[in-house]
């Protein structure tokens, strides 16, 4: 027997439990398929201050949270540092809501945050069903799910299950390694802080990092996937920089590894996001940060765009949407990301972080989201630092396929 269901959500992610919300908020009937959210999330756990505005009105106040007052860059290799001030003071006024939130960033467990998500909507009056899909079909009736015990038919789908997403396998094509990067490293339990740690590396090219979460350290590093190095010698390189950096002693480490959508401007370019009642959001969709491998905002967007589709009954609208929004942006990242991990061998951006308040600011307001990468050049420009402004110039210059609303 095939059971009916009006609008299926496949996973309990930030996604698709935001997906979940918006649509049962509007009084839809929403059914979300995940057998193991809420859970811990290899990854920083970084929220922005733009992240958390799209969210305020479904997040409790007392979200646990560790708020970061500083990021430090690290160059190991010239010992040498430099810090960007973050405000926790500072005041972003939200769009939604005349509210306030008062910080550029904070670091939550993803096991909690995701909860809280998954726990906002399910109060709105989404239905979770904890059961694994093993298969997803199109039939003439609309897409189909398949679990262990039973089908179900449902008018409308969004995948929000991830970089190896069974929606995305199963109606468009999976991504290939190229379009991949590995995260990997450590929970560090029982020590925290309040400032991230970043240092750029160009070989491969990545960074490792340190976030502090309210009761443990998430350290890690991350590389794409098809440079040539395995996810454990990734792991003994982050855990050579947790002894180096001293920032974790006495701590008991957690190993972690987990795939990151990095997607190239080539492949943005023929990004399948969307068929007849389908669509994928969130990780699933490939909407990460190709530098920084971000993605809670571009998933809690992306979803709540889904959400806005499958009432209309009309996936197209939201591809067009996606593709006119969010991916210029990726594929201007995705551009500057070789000369954005090169100043990690010139050590330019710490030069210019030690010396420059007007590059700080810059950083501070990328970190928090504020910042878009287009018109980044030209802000940079405006520092003085020209030097760091030519290098991003020169990238943008590189001849290279791009498609629509991708143009400098």
């Given amino acids: 027997m095939i059971a009916p269901i009006d609008i299926a959500i496949i996973g309990a992610g930030p996604a ?3 997906a979940a919300y918006t649509l049962a908020r509007r009084g839809a009937r929403v059914t979300i398929f995940d057998a193991s959210h809420p859970r811990e999330k290899p990854c920083g756990g970084g929220v922005t201050g733009r992240a958390l505005a799209l969210v305020a009105d479904a ?3 007392t979200l646990p949270a560790s708020t970061i007052r500083r990021a430090r860059f690290l160059d190991s290799a010239a010992g040498r540092s430099a810090v960007v001030p973050l405000s926790p003071d500072r005041q972003i006024r939200l769009k939604a809501d005349p509210t306030l939130c008062e910080t550029d960033l904070v670091v939550a467990s993803r096991a909690v945050f995701d909860a809280a998500l998954l726990e906002s909507a399910c109060q709105a009056g989404a239905t979770l069903v904890s059961k694994r899909i093993t298969d997803v079909t199109l039939e003439p009736s609309g897409p189909q799910l398949h679990t262990a015990d039973g089908s179900y038919r449902t008018r409308f789908l969004i995948g929000a299950d991830g970089a190896n997403s069974l929606v995305r396998r199963r109606l468009a094509r999976a991504f290939g390694r190229d379009d991949l990067s590995i995260a990997t490293g450590y929970f560090a339990r029982g020590v925290t802080s309040d400032e991230i740690l970043i240092e750029l590396m160009s070989d491969p090219p990545g960074y490792i990092w340190s976030f502090p979460r309210p009761t443990h350290l998430a350290v890690g590093i991350c590389a794409p996937a098809d440079a040539g190095v395995t996810a454990a010698a990734l792991r003994d390189r982050a855990a050579a920089w947790i002894r180096a950096t001293r920032i974790a002693d006495g701590a008991c480490l957690e190993p972690y590894s987990w795939p990151i959508p990095s997607v190239s401007v080539q492949s943005l370019r023929r990004l399948e ?13 490939g909407l990460v940060d190709p530098i920084t491998r971000e993605g809670i905002y571009f998933a809690l967007l992306s979803g709540q765009w889904a959400a806005d589709a499958a009432i209309a009954g009309d996936a197209s609208q939201y591809a067009s949407r996606v593709r006119s929004e969010i991916i210029p942006e990726l594929a201007r990242a995705a551009r500057l990301k070789a000369s954005f991990f090169h100043l990690a ?3 330019l951006l710490i030069q210019a972080l030690q010396h420059s308040p007007a590059v700080n600011e810059v950083m501070a307001d990328l970190i928090a989201g ?5 018109g980044l050049k030209w802000r940079l420009l405006r520092t003085l630092e020209w030097r760091l402004a030519w290098q991003a110039l020169m990238i ?12 400098s």
Avoid: H, K, N
């Fill in 16 to 18: 698709g439990a935001w």
């Fill in 59 to 61: 997040l409790a106040e």
């Fill in 273 to 285: 996001l969307a068929g007849p009642s389908w669509c994928v959001a969130g990780d699933a969709a």
């Fill in 345 to 347: 061998s010139t050590g």
């Fill in 370 to 374: 504020r910042q878009t990468y287009i």
């Fill in 396 to 407: 943008e210059r590189r001849p290279g396929p791009i498609g629509p609303g991708m143009s």
